[in-house]
């Protein structure tokens, strides 16, 4: 099995912009979040699951799901939350470990926004890499991305671990506080240390074999 690395952060860390440098270097990168979508396209099980949970009035005209509104709905409402994550992250999780068995290059990455408040794929990963930078430029970063108001980003990060928290759970740390450019060298350092891993754990299992 290939050295799974689970990389997490908060919201406007940095995830994909780090997590695309490691697949610019040939490693294999499997997203939680991508898989969630895919699971919940039209016909896909998460889909059909959500509708006859919470009514068919979440398809929208064309078809698909109406993501804005089972957004709104499940952070209003707890119950409906814990409701859809019972839906989702079985079928998430099992996803996730079938495409990582899939994986070609020798080390994988697999990104997990909430590994750690979650801990559903705690046991797939053999080491984690948190990205960090501090709170006013998560707010600051997804602002710019998006058309949320700032409260309304403190409000998710409220629902994530504190930072201290992330860091002191991390094996490994990207430092994203400063520019992108600073995302390279650190990248090819950790990506360096993990083949080195990879290879490590590859030469015991074939000893053992
Ligand atoms: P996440 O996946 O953790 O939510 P992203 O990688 O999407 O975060 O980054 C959030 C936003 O901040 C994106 O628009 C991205 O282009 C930008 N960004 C990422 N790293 C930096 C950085 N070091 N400096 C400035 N902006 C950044």
Not at 68 to 97: G, K, M, N, W, Y
Not at 101 to 110: C, D, I, M
Request: aromatic letters at 4%.
């Amino acid at each position: 099995m290939t050295l799974v690395v689970g990389l997490t952060g908060g919201i406007g860390s940095g995830k994909t912009a780090v997590a695309d440098a490691f697949a610019a270097r040939g490693v294999d990168v499997t997203d939680t979040d991508r898989l969630a979508h895919a699971l919940t396209a039209p016909g896909a099980p998460g889909f059909g699951a959500i509708l006859a949970a919470f009514g068919r009035g979440l398809r929208r005209p064309d078809g698909s799901l109406d993501r804005a509104s089972l957004r709104r709905l499940v952070f209003a409402d707890a119950a409906a939350r814990t409701q859809l994550e019972a839906i989702l992250h079985p079928l998430i999780r099992d996803a996730a470990r079938r495409e990582c068995t899939g994986w070609r290059s020798p080390y994988g990455l697999l990104v997990v926004p909430l590994l750690f408040e979650r801990g559903g794929l705690a046991d797939v990963v053999d080491r984690t890499l948190v990205v960090d930078c501090p709170e006013d430029e998560q707010v600051a970063r997804v602002m710019r991305r998006s058309a949320l108001a700032a409260d309304e980003v403190r409000a998710i990060m409220a629902a994530q671990l504190p930072r201290a928290e992330r860091l002191r759970r991390a094996d490994d740390v990207l430092d994203n506080a400063g520019s992108p450019a600073s995302i390279a060298p650190q990248v090819d350092a950790l990506d360096l240390r993990y083949r080195e891993m990879a290879a490590a754990a590859a030469a015991i299992a074939g000893r053992g074999a």
